[in-house]
């Protein structure tokens, strides 16, 4: 079984509104030295034993989970060893 976390955020060339309005609420909030915020977003999955977990996670990525266009796509692939 293997636990696969992914990080889906925007391409730094792309806008970020939802981004700006977090920073300028924190900066209303005194929180001056936040330069940037980026907003993106974090799924895990679990998934059965299989063979090429790599190619699967990236093809599902590609596919579905980021919009390769305008995001930009990371995953962390950890093999859960049941006791």
């Known amino acids: 079984m293997y636990k696969v976390k992914v990080y889906v955020t925007l391409r730094e060339s ?37 063979s090429n977990v790599d190619a699967r996670v990236k093809e599902m990525c590609e596919k579905l989970l980021a919009n390769t266009v305008i995001e930009d796509y990371s995953y962390d692939i950890e093999e859960v060893v049941s006791s």
């Open 14 to 50: 792309v806008l970020d509104p939802q981004g700006v309005a977090v920073q300028n609420a924190l900066h209303t909030m005194e929180y001056k030295e936040v330069e940037e915020v980026r907003i993106g977003k974090y799924m895990e999955l679990t998934l059965a034993d299989t």
